[in-house]
């Protein structure tokens, strides 16, 4: 793996040089994870600080620890730990590009306060700023097969929290404490944690995305939405189920998931290279638009996913350009009937080509409408 930062850091102080910037400043968490392997908190990342090995350093306030929700950084890499009272990492980087001779320094602009930002001019006033914009994310768009190993993993993991969630007795228990139960189980299979606050909701708020679980408790008859994910080395990944609490589901809560399954399995066979992302949120949306829930569905269809569970690309209507092969979404089409509850299917896959067997599913638990 060291030799893949080494290689991700020179690609992107290429694209530097050829912008005309000497040196850049990284500062947004995951993207130092990128490029480095770690993300203690508060590091930065400064490339084009001096030549050969030692181009680069990795400023942190503190000594990394090493701990897996850390990462542990590529131990070529030159590493500056700041002393206690020194001053904000981002502004100590840029007062070493001044003094390594750096007449220009890219920054994540859209990542910085405007305090930050006045604070890094002031130290190196010669210094010329400019935006580094989304280089970063750009490359980290398509992933590497270490990268896909790790989401698969996670997938893993998070199939088998909520296939043992699913063996137990969920009536009476509330949404609170099952969500609780799922981060737990999630970490003792091995995740470094949850990839994002675990959400379930039953009855009337079933069917939502992203609902904060409640005190509300299971009852017969009920929907009850899950989506959880787990995070693995740093990797993340997301997957959400509906299932009916009960022994006969009613009519129409039959009708209301094949449809969202059926919508979902549209989205999901567009995921092609060469797919545009509008028309993976299309093929879902007619559906659902054309048997009246258009109004209520979210702005996206999903997104992308790797070192955050939200990143680019995004499977939105207004959103341009186009899938490549190796880049790792969620389909997550949903319905809502407000007082009544409703469905929601979320996968992780990743794109393939058609002749390696088209897109990859992650999250392998089943879509079946269970009755539990």
Request: proline share 6%.
């Amino acid at each position: 793996m060291p030799q893949v930062y080494a290689d991700r850091r020179s690609r992107l102080r290429a694209r530097c040089t050829a912008a005309g910037s000497a040196a850049a400043l990284v500062s947004r968490p995951a993207n130092v994870r990128y490029l480095t392997g770690a993300c203690p908190p508060g590091a930065v990342l400064l490339l084009g600080a001096g030549t050969g090995d030692d181009a680069d350093v990795l400023l942190c306030p503190r000594t990394p620890t090493g701990d897996p929700v850390e990462g542990r950084a590529d131990e070529a890499l030159r590493l500056t730990v700041l002393p206690p009272a020194a001053a904000d990492p981002a502004v100590a980087a840029a007062e070493l590009a001044h003094k390594a001779g750096a007449d220009s320094l890219a920054l994540e602009e859209r990542h910085l306060s405007v305090a930050r930002y006045r604070a890094i001019g002031s130290v190196a006033p010669r210094l010329r700023l400019a935006d580094l914009g989304t280089a970063v994310e750009q490359e980290r768009l398509v992933k590497d097969d270490e990268e896909i190993t790790c989401l698969r993993i996670a997938a893993e993991i998070t199939d088998q929290a909520l296939g043992e969630l699913l063996e137990s007795i969920l009536v009476g228990r509330t949404e609170r404490h099952l969500a609780l139960e799922l981060e737990r189980r999630l970490v003792d299979h091995g995740a470094d944690g949850p990839a994002f606050p675990t959400s379930v909701a039953t009855g009337p708020h079933s069917g939502r995305g992203r609902h904060r679980p409640s005190d509300r408790r299971v009852e017969e008859g009920d929907f009850l939405s899950v989506c959880l994910g787990a995070n693995y080395r740093g990797y993340r990944c997301e997957i959400g189920r509906t299932f009916v609490i009960g022994s006969t589901p009613a009519d129409w809560q039959i009708e209301l998931y094949d449809l969202v399954f059926t919508a979902q399995r549209a989205a999901r066979e567009t995921l092609m290279p060469g797919a545009a992302y509008s028309d993976v949120d299309r093929a879902a949306r007619q559906i659902l638009d054309a048997a009246g829930y258009g109004d209520g569905l979210a702005p996206s269809l999903g997104h992308g996913v790797g070192l955050e569970i939200q990143e680019d690309p995004q499977l939105s209507p207004s959103a341009m350009g186009k899938l490549d092969a190796c880049v790792p979404v969620t389909v997550e089409p949903g319905v809502h009937l407000p007082g009544r509850g409703g469905v929601r299917i979320d996968d992780t896959l990743v794109v393939r080509q058609e002749a390696d067997g088209g897109p990859e599913l992650l999250t392998i638990t089943t879509k079946e409408l269970l009755a539990l």
